[in-house]
């Protein structure tokens, strides 16, 4: 017996909540390891390795330095991670009742791959907004601390396109 039907709308939501927890919570996790690869990119004499990255940061801002953008990740992620899972079995669903059963069990590694990439092509449009505010938190300094400074801040100097100036990159990855 299974705890709901395939393909059902309460199959989709479950799908979605799947990828909120296991994107928004893991990325998030890591936040303190991607400050500091970030930080390495962008500064590289300042953050000469992992290690003196994360000792230069403490000593700068203290433990909770490490957090600095949590709250665009975790929300990024979860958006992505929704979007990812949920999407992903949508487009499986679609496209193999395009083929046919039939052709959708012959080419059924293409129409995974097809329902992949068409999720993720939607699940990092959701992204986008949040890792380019996580991106500035933690990058540039005294521009903002948190994602309510971060947000209004971004759209008054560049617009609605400062949100998704990422986008492409994140396709093509």
């Not at 927890?21 to 990325?27: A, E, P, R, V």
């Not at 998030?28 to 992992?50: E, W």
């Not at 996580?134 to 947000?151: D, F, H, M």
């Amino acid at each position: 017996e299974y705890s709901c039907e395939y393909g059902s709308l309460k199959f989709y939501a479950l799908c979605g909540v799947g990828g909120v927890l296991s994107c928004g919570l893991t990325h998030t996790g890591v936040v303190p390891l991607d400050l500091v690869k970030c930080r390495m990119q962008v500064d590289p004499q300042k953050y000469k390795s992992i290690f003196n990255g994360f000792s230069v940061t403490i000593n700068e801002d203290g433990v909770r330095g490490l957090a600095k953008g949590w709250a665009p990740t975790f929300i990024g992620y979860s958006m992505q991670g929704l979007c990812k899972f949920g999407f992903y079995e949508v487009f499986k669903i679609l496209y193999g009742n395009m083929l046919g059963e039939e052709n959708a069990y012959l080419w059924r590694t293409s129409l995974y791959l097809a329902a992949s990439a068409s999720a993720e092509f939607f699940a990092d449009i959701a992204l986008a907004p949040m890792e380019a505010a996580k991106v500035r938190i933690q990058t540039q300094p005294g521009y903002a601390n948190t994602l309510r400074e971060a947000l209004p801040k971004m759209f008054a100097e560049e617009g609605i396109w400062a949100f998704y100036k990422g986008v492409a990159p994140l396709w093509m990855r």
